[in-house]
C-alpha cells in the first residue's frame, strides 16, 4: 500500500502524542514546566484527541469552568461552582491506579494546607470508584475536598479540557470562574505552588 501525505502526517502526530506520553510517564521534560510549553503541549494533545461527542465541548483557558455536579465519597453531590463560587480553585484528576497520580497526592496535600481556607482551593476529582477511592486514602489519607466521576467520553475531565483522558490533570480556576490554567502530567515538588499562584 502506497503512503500518501495524510497519512504520512497522521502517523507523525500519533507518534509525537506517544512521545508526550512516555515524556509525562518518566517524568517530563524542561519545556513541559514552563507555561509555554503547557500550551504546547495541550494544543498537540487537542489536535491527536479523537472528537468529543457533539454535546460536549470542551473548555479552554478564559472558558468559564463548566457546569459540574458530582458526588463525594459519601453520595451527595456536590455543585462546583456553587461551592466554590468566588474563590479560586485548583482541580485535581486522578485515579487510584494511575502511578503518577499517586506520586504527587502528597504534593497537592502540602499545596492545600499551606493555602488555608482563604487561599486556593484544591479538589481531587477521581475517575474512580467510591472504593478504590477509601482504599487508596486509607494508605494516603488527604485533607482536601474529593468528588467522584466515571471515566468516559463525557466524563468531567473531558469537559474541563481533556481530550485525551491523560491522567493526572489539573485545572486552574479563577476566583471569577474561569479557567485560567490547564497542566497535563504530575507536579514536580515544589512546582505546584509556582504554577497556582505564578502568573
Known amino acids: 500500500m502506497k503512503a500518501t501525505t495524510p497519512r504520512i502526517v497522521a502517523v507523525a502526530v500519533a507518534a509525537g502524542v506517544l512521545g508526550v506520553a512516555a515524556s509525562l510517564w518518566y517524568g517530563g521534560s524542561p519545556l513541559q514546566r514552563t507555561e509555554g510549553g503547557q500550551r504546547l503541549l495541550q494544543a498537540a494533545m487537542d489536535a491527536s484527541a479523537p472528537a468529543s461527542p457533539a454535546d460536549v465541548v470542551p473548555a479552554g483557558r478564559g472558558d468559564p469552568m463548566p457546569a459540574l455536579a458530582l458526588p463525594d465519597l459519601d453520595g451527595n453531590i456536590v455543585d462546583l461552582r456553587g461551592r466554590y463560587a468566588g474563590r ?7 485515579a487510584s491506579w494511575c502511578g503518577p497520580c499517586v506520586e504527587e497526592m502528597p504534593e497537592l496535600e502540602r499545596f492545600a494546607r499551606s493555602q488555608g481556607s482563604d487561599g486556593v482551593q484544591v479538589l481531587g476529582l477521581a475517575l474512580d470508584t467510591a472504593e478504590g477511592v477509601r482504599g487508596f486514602l486509607a494508605r494516603v489519607p488527604v485533607g482536601y475536598d474529593l468528588v467522584l466521576d466515571t471515566p468516559g467520553p463525557r466524563d468531567a475531565s ?9 491522567l493526572p490533570y489539573t485545572v486552574l480556576v479563577g476566583a471569577d470562574g474561569r479557567i485560567v490554567k490547564q497542566k497535563v502530567g504530575p507536579f ?12
Open 88 to 94: 479560586a480553585l485548583l482541580i485535581n484528576v486522578w
Open 158 to 166: 473531558v469537559w474541563l479540557g481533556n481530550r485525551k483522558g491523560v
Open 188 to 199: 514536580r515538588h515544589g512546582e505546584i505552588s509556582d504554577w497556582a499562584l505564578g502568573d
